[in-house]
């Protein structure tokens, strides 16, 4: 363990914000066009307030015949929510139909019924042009080749490589003083808008309450922290302790297991916006190793053991049952618990063991990461096989060449499965994996990034009927989500906007880093389904938070998200009669 410890008040977040905001991107970008047997869609995002969307369509693929129109010459023309013809020459086009229109959330989309549109190419296919004005910006050609044209649609999906937040992952801020320094609600949304943060840190000090019960008003402070963090759509990970002094002079484990009962209902309270529970509450910064209750600087003894297994018990007994904790080395949980890593077939079912995670606060600061590791050849083995199913995160806490750049640092990041790493500390390491090139893909990384591969749906069902659908979703990050997540199929009317939601039985906590998983599942649509047509949407929200759109998984797929609802369009229609 590590003789001392620096807070982490140096910011490097002008670097940060420069990597982890959105890159810029092009007016128009996220192109694609799909169809089912009878109808096509076709959509792309844009930025700004355009007055005009418009999708060029040269259904016979012929530039010499149609409009001239950046290399394509178009035989029909999508304007907002019309549909024309072009007759005669130039500008000279001749209203069709109205049609079914959207531009939600940054993304236009058309619904067209195959029958308007004199598919005459050989095979079946047609070159699109997308275009915005004021200002005018118009795209490169793209060719769609029609799917089948049979009871199905078959979609592929193109990846996104835009850095964005996501719940409960990625770089977090530090807060190492939760309990006197207040939350600003606008500060922590610029953190998840421009910096792609969805995480804060709350080391909250207990300091003045060694000798006696917590305060009110020491609980009135962490609800209005916890309620601060929630307005924000932000998360974060907790940690109580008693001192910041090597001293170690926290307190004795009878009066832990009381101030326990007394944040029991505070912790129950806030558990839909809590991530994650650190073990903290002994010694130093709650780090177990400068301790005068508990076992002090490595000299433990089995009533010091008991003693620190009987707070983890509680503190395990007082967080919600839905939320895991952490432990700050390897040791502590194979000494209390276990020497055995969680197997698949036990994680997430609410026991001890799986509730468990870990957390490494000096990450490739030494060979041992300053004490994290006692013998790293039984240890990481154990690690990297216990991270696949319970929570890792932690900090860098010194600059050690060459352990602590790019090529180590995103290795044992996607060894051990990690989640979150602190964005403020230490800014020696994290300014060399700038340098290194790595920081932005750290960013990206960290915790689950899904995204789709392909699918295949039906182009049309009946009310009370069944809803085959597959798709195949790669996992390009070191871990999966930690907390339960639901999966919804979701079927919104193109006419109306009204949705209904199918749920699914598939846990995205088992999409495995770094493979693709296949989900396939017959769905039964509502007897009430009214007749119409609907687009495909697949939603991921938080079970506790299902009606905020910033805490549902965004995948990383182009022109697929939707931030208003927070569900990520399928890029297929189905028409149900």
């Known amino acids: 363990m590590r003789p001392f410890r620096l807070l982490s008040a140096l910011v490097v977040g002008a670097l940060l914000a420069a990597l982890l905001v959105s890159p810029a991107q092009a007016t128009i970008s996220g192109a694609t066009a799909t169809n089912t047997a009878t109808t096509v ?27 001239a129109q950046a290399g394509i010459g178009a035989d029909y023309l999508l304007e907002n929510g019309s549909l024309y013809q072009h ?47 004021a200002p005018l910006e118009t795209s490169t050609k793209y060719t769609q080749t029609y799917s089948g044209g049979g009871s199905s649609g078959d979609v592929t999906y193109t990846p996104s490589s835009e850095n964005f937040a996501n719940p409960e992952r990625g770089f977090y801020h530090h807060t190492g003083d939760c309990d006197k320094a ?39 402070q962490l609800q209005q922290q916890i309620n601060t963090v929630r307005a924000a759509g932000l998360k974060m990970v907790l940690r109580f302790a008693y001192t910041t ?63 620190r297994k009987a707070v983890t018990d509680k503190l395990l007994s007082v967080v919600p049952s839905s939320r895991m904790i952490q432990l700050r080395t390897p040791k502590f949980k194979r000494t209390m618990y276990s020497t055995s890593a969680v197997q698949p077939s036990d994680a997430y079912n609410g026991s001890a063991l799986p509730r468990i995670g870990h957390h490494n606060d000096c990450f490739l600061a030494s060979p041992d990461d300053f004490g994290t590791y006692e013998n790293t050849a039984v240890e990481y083995p154990y690690l990297q096989a216990d991270t696949t199913y319970v929570a890792m995160g932690g900090e860098t806490c010194g600059s050690n060449p060459p352990r602590s750049d790019c090529p180590t640092a995103t290795s044992e990041l996607a060894q051990f499965h990690w989640s979150f790493i602190n964005t403020d500390y230490e800014p020696t390491v994290l300014n060399s994996w700038n340098t290194g090139g790595c920081l932005a893909d750290i960013s990206k990384n960290l915790g689950y990034r ?75 649509l509502p007897t009430s389904l009214p007749a119409g047509s609907y687009s495909l949407l697949l939603n991921l929200p938080d079970p506790l938070l299902s009606t905020r759109p910033e805490y549902s998984i965004r995948l990383a797929n182009q022109g697929t998200w939707d931030a208003a609802t927070g569900m990520n369009s399928l890029l297929q229609t189905l028409t149900v009669s």
């Open 450 to 524: 899904f995204r789709l591969e392909s699918g295949t749906y039906p182009a049309t069902a009946s009310p009370g009927g069944s809803l085959p659908i597959s798709f195949t979703v790669h996992n390009d990050g070191y871990s999966t989500p930690f907390n339960p997540r639901n999966l919804e199929l979701v079927l919104r009317n193109t006419s109306t906007g009204s949705t209904y939601k199918l749920a699914m039985n598939s846990d995205p906590r088992r999409w495995t880093a770094g493979t693709s998983t296949t989900v396939s599942q017959t769905l039964t």
């Open 41 to 67: 869609t076709y959509r792309f995002s844009y930025t700004g307030s355009p007055q005009f969307l418009r999708a060029y369509v040269d259904t016979d693929r012929n530039p010499s015949t149609g409009f």
């Open 87 to 133: 007759t005669g020459t130039g500008w000279s086009w001749t209203l069709v139909r109205t049609v079914t229109f959207s531009r939600t959330g940054g993304v236009a989309q058309w619904t067209v019924d195959r029958a308007d549109l004199a598919e005459t190419a050989t095979p079946g296919d047609a070159d699109l042009i997308f275009q915005v004005e």
């Open 245 to 307: 002094s090597t001293a170690g002079d926290d307190t004795t484990k009878d009066r832990i297991l009381a101030h326990l009962d007394q944040l029991a209902p505070y912790l129950s309270a806030g558990q839909d916006v809590i991530a994650v529970v650190q073990a903290g509450l002994i010694g130093a910064w709650g780090e177990w190793y400068y301790t005068q209750n508990f076992g002090n600087a490595g000299t433990v003894s089995s009533t010091d053991w008991a003693n």
């Open 182 to 220: 207040d939350f600003s609600q606008s500060t922590l949304e610029s953190y998840r808008t421009g910096q792609g943060i969805s995480l804060v840190m709350c080391v909250f000090y207990l300091a003045e309450y060694k000798n006696g019960p917590i305060a009110q008003a020491a609980l009135d």
